[in-house]
């Protein structure tokens, strides 16, 4: 597995070793011991998500306060930019965030670790992500972080509106949302 370093430094996309030949391809998605012995990461994932968008929705910035939740995000078809938010309030990168093309030709995956809101927009006609968490799904701990807000700076790849429901829409700028410590 190759590693390589985002902007942030904590965020990391994850380039698997693939076999191919006539035949088609097959590479390890998840490794708990490469994994550990790439990145010095050790995490038990607890949760699987799949998710299926059209072209242009854009899902997010989420994030859980009670339970912080690190991903591990692959596209198993299509192709969406992906962003990573820091809020780790001590952290030297906190408001930054990280962007990057995550797509299921390149069979990359991101690092997100807890600490971090997270979203994507869909590039592709439509596009399947999987991501695994460390910790559970809990509503009454999630929170949404402003995905236009104008001191993140974000630079989405849009042409007019995303699609997104209205618990994403009315997302929290940085300076009310809840961070970490």
Known sequence: MKVIRTDIPDVLI????VFGDQRGWFFESYNRRALREATGIDVE???DNHSHSAKNVLRG???QIGQPQGKLVRVVAGEI???AVDLRRG???FGKW???TLSAEAKCAAWVPAGFAHGFL???ELAEVQYKTTDYYAPEHERVLLWND???GIQWPLAGEPAMNERDRRGAPLAQAETYA
């Open 91 to 93: 952290s030297p990168s």
């Open 14 to 17: 994850l380039e698997p070793k």
């Open 98 to 100: 990280a962007g990057f």
């Open 45 to 47: 994932f607890v949760q």
């Open 150 to 152: 104008p001191a993140l």
């Open 81 to 83: 930019w992906d962003v």
């Open 122 to 124: 869909v590039v592709s």
């Open 61 to 63: 910035l989420h994030y």
